[in-house]
C-alpha cells in the first residue's frame, strides 16, 4: 500500500507540471483571441455575466473549436470563482459543441472538467465516470498529457472512494 501510495505521489506532482489547454487562434494576429481574453480576465481576478459572454460568442461568429475552448475558459472561470453550477452549464454547452464537432481532445477535457465538478460536489461516483470518460476520448484522441490527467483524477477520487482496485487500473492507465 505504501508503495502505491508512494506512486501516486509522484504521479500527483507530475500532473502539477503540465496542463491541459486547447489553442484557438484570432483572425488577425495582432488583436488577442477570445480565448486569450477569457485567460486574461481569468489570471485578473474578472470575468463576464453570462448574458455578456454569450453575446460576444454569438457577435465572433467562432468556428466550433474556438467557441467550445471559449466556453471551457470561460467555465473554468467559473470555477475559480466556485461557481459550480454556472461552470458545470458552461461545460456541458462546450462538450456540446465539441462533440457534435467531432473534436475529441476538446470533448475529453471539458469532460475533465466537468468530473471536477462533480468532485467538488461530493459526487465521487459522478467524478468518476466523468474522468472515465475523459481518458477514454484521450485515448481515442492520441493525447497523453489528458489520458495523464484523467487517470491520475480517477485516481484521486479512487482513494477516497477506498476503491483500490480503481485506484490501480487509474495508474495503469497512467502509465
Do not use: H
Not at 18 to 40: F, Y
Not at 47 to 64: G, H, K, M, N, V
Not at 110 to 122: E, F, M, P
Amino acid at each position: 500500500m505504501n508503495d502505491q501510495f508512494n506512486r501516486f505521489t509522484l504521479f500527483i506532482a507530475l500532473l502539477a507540471c503540465l496542463c491541459v489547454a486547447p489553442e484557438a487562434k484570432a483572425s488577425n494576429p495582432a488583436e488577442p483571441s477570445l480565448l486569450e481574453q477569457s485567460r486574461q480576465l481569468r489570471e485578473q481576478g474578472l470575468y463576464r455575466s453570462a448574458e455578456q459572454t454569450l453575446s460576444i460568442l454569438e457577435q465572433a461568429r467562432l468556428e466550433p473549436a474556438q467557441r467550445a475552448a471559449f466556453q471551457r475558459e470561460w467555465g473554468l472561470v467559473l470555477l475559480g470563482q466556485g461557481r459550480l453550477t454556472e461552470a458545470d452549464q458552461a461545460f456541458d454547452e462546450g462538450l456540446e459543441t465539441a462533440s457534435s464537432a467531432g473534436l475529441e481532445r476538446l470533448a475529453g477535457a471539458l469532460l475533465n472538467d466537468k468530473g471536477t465538478v462533480a468532485a467538488a460536489r461530493g459526487a465521487p461516483a459522478a467524478a468518476t465516470s466523468l474522468f472515465g470518460r475523459a481518458l477514454e476520448s484521450a485515448q481515442l484522441s492520441g493525447d497523453p498529457v489528458l489520458a495523464f490527467t484523467a487517470a491520475l483524477n480517477r485516481a484521486r477520487i479512487a482513494i477516497e472512494l477506498r476503491d483500490i482496485g480503481l485506484f490501480e487500473s487509474s495508474l495503469d492507465a497512467a502509465l
